[in-house]
């Protein structure tokens, strides 16, 4: 018995001497918790979407979840988690029929019922129009500059009206999508004939004020980061005799300049203001699916940056096709690959609590 015991006394000494040492057991982890707080933004600041290829999307047989895996109509969704703006592209005749007319009208008032504001964006293309692509509809291909002008403005009305038919007015309406060098080339080239471009643009004015004076009319170029790009495009404007009442920008960063591209905008936001007296907007803004935590950072940041120009001239930020999951191969969208709202998301919304370990 003794030997046992003695025996006991060696193995329990060991054991003291080996937890004084560092070898007791780990702690249990504690789960630690923390919550996001969004940025706090002006009761009129647009927390806005584009979300042009839902109808698309859904034909294909796409859904869309909240965050708990609930299906539900996407504008509803996005309504949910804090948004208050959805932007929609027209095309004058797409060879597949989305986003023509019928198509923006049927989005549009999906997104008054959700309680949205709304943003059209003329293209005055049948497809794509963008800084390397501001191709002519087929239909006005043939024409002379002045008919040119004027079916732009026949056909704004027109979209205007049957909107207006429908119950929509617009908030806001873009008359050409990042006219980087104009639209409706080669006649509205504006490294060519920033006159032309100024008369189009005018035209495009004129035509949505005849149907909603309220209606706000946006000029959009890219790269909100470039100062110079934006003084070329509105003293060559200013200077032609074109109208506009916000300055519409895009800016797509990556995970690694978001930072000093977010301050470079915020500065060329803060000269547009002083330099033209007019407000600006971010009408499309994006960044790599894969990294939703620093996606979230970037639109934090350029949201409250906007947010603080002086006298509310910093009007809203829109996120551009956020739905967008497995699709098109396209991958600045903002939702999982089970199609829910990726954390990105959250700066647009409420307090979100995320657990870690």
Same mark, same amino acid.
């Given at each position: 018995?003794?030997?046992?015991?003695?025996?006991?006394?060696?193995?329990?000494?060991?054991?003291?001497?080996?937890?004084?040492?560092?070898?007791?057991?780990?702690?249990?982890?504690?789960?630690?918790? &923390?919550?996001?707080?969004?940025?706090?933004?002006?009761?009129?600041? %647009?927390?806005?979407?584009?979300?042009?290829?839902? &109808?698309?999307?859904?034909?294909?047989?796409?859904?869309?979840?909240?965050? #708990?895996?609930?299906?539900?109509?996407?504008?509803?969704?996005?309504?949910?988690?804090?948004?208050?703006?959805?932007?929609?592209?027209?095309?004058?005749?797409?060879?597949?029929?989305?986003?023509?007319?019928?198509?923006?009208?049927?989005? %549009?008032?999906?997104?008054?019922?959700?309680?949205?504001?709304?943003?059209?964006?003329?293209?005055?293309?049948?497809?794509?129009?963008?800084?390397?692509?501001?191709?002519?509809?087929?239909?006005?291909?043939?024409?002379?500059?002045? &008919?040119?002008?004027?079916?732009?403005?026949?056909?704004?009305?027109?979209?205007?009206?049957?909107?207006?038919? #429908?119950?929509?007015?617009?908030?806001?309406?873009?008359?050409?999508?990042? &006219? #980087?060098?104009?639209?409706?080339?080669?006649?509205?080239?504006?490294?060519?004939?920033?006159?032309?471009?100024?008369?189009?643009?005018?035209?495009?004015?004129?035509?949505?004020?005849?149907?909603?004076?309220?209606?706000? =009319?946006?000029?959009?170029?890219?790269?909100?980061?470039?100062?110079?790009?934006?003084?070329?495009?509105?003293?060559?404007?200013? %200077?032609?005799?074109?109208?506009?009442?916000?300055?519409?920008?895009?800016?797509?960063?990556?995970?690694?300049?978001?930072?000093?591209?977010?301050?470079?905008?915020?500065?060329?936001?803060?000269?547009? =203001?002083?330099?033209?007296?007019?407000?600006?907007?971010?009408?499309?803004?994006?960044?790599?699916?894969?990294?939703?935590?620093?996606?979230?950072?970037?639109?934090?940041?350029?949201?409250?940056? =906007?947010?603080?120009?002086?006298?509310?001239?910093?009007?809203?930020?829109?996120?551009?096709?956020?739905? %967008?999951?497995?699709?098109?191969?396209?991958?600045?969208?903002?939702?999982?690959?089970?199609?829910?709202?990726?954390?990105?998301?959250?700066?647009?919304?409420?307090? =979100?609590?995320?657990?870690?370990?």
């Amino acid at each position: 018995m003794k030997k046992v015991l003695c025996a006991c006394c060696i193995v329990s000494l060991f054991f003291i001497l080996s937890c004084s040492k560092g070898g007791a057991p780990a702690p249990t982890p504690q789960q630690t918790t &923390t919550t996001y707080t969004p940025p706090v933004v002006s009761g009129s600041f %647009a927390k806005g979407a584009d979300v042009s290829w839902v &109808t698309q999307m859904e034909a294909s047989g796409y859904k869309f979840y909240d965050k #708990n895996g609930n299906q539900m109509d996407l504008f509803a969704l996005l309504k949910s988690i804090g948004f208050n703006s959805i932007r929609l592209r027209a095309w004058v005749n797409p060879a597949a029929g989305w986003c023509n007319t019928a198509d923006v009208v049927a989005k %549009a008032i999906r997104a008054k019922n959700a309680g949205m504001k709304i943003l059209i964006d003329f293209h005055y293309s049948d497809t794509w129009a963008d800084p390397g692509d501001q191709n002519k509809p087929a239909a006005w291909a043939s024409l002379d500059f002045p &008919t040119l002008v004027a079916t732009l403005n026949t056909y704004t009305v027109g979209v205007m009206n049957t909107l207006k038919s #429908n119950g929509i007015t617009p908030d806001w309406v873009q008359v050409g999508n990042e &006219t #980087n060098d104009g639209m409706l080339w080669q006649d509205g080239r504006a490294s060519v004939s920033m006159a032309n471009f100024a008369a189009l643009v005018e035209s495009g004015y004129t035509a949505v004020k005849s149907v909603s004076n309220s209606t706000k =009319v946006i000029v959009h170029i890219s790269n909100g980061f470039d100062n110079s790009l934006f003084q070329w495009m509105f003293d060559g404007l200013k %200077a032609n005799g074109a109208q506009w009442d916000i300055i519409g920008m895009s800016l797509y960063p990556s995970t690694t300049n978001y930072t000093s591209l977010d301050a470079q905008c915020l500065s060329n936001i803060n000269a547009m =203001v002083a330099r033209y007296s007019t407000p600006c907007m971010v009408v499309e803004v994006g960044m790599d699916s894969t990294d939703p935590t620093d996606s979230q950072t970037f639109l934090t940041d350029i949201i409250t940056k =906007v947010n603080s120009v002086a006298n509310s001239n910093g009007l809203g930020v829109f996120y551009w096709e956020p739905e %967008a999951y497995n699709w098109q191969s396209y991958g600045l969208g903002a939702f999982t690959t089970s199609g829910r709202p990726s954390i990105a998301l959250d700066a647009f919304g409420g307090n =979100v609590v995320k657990n870690s370990w």
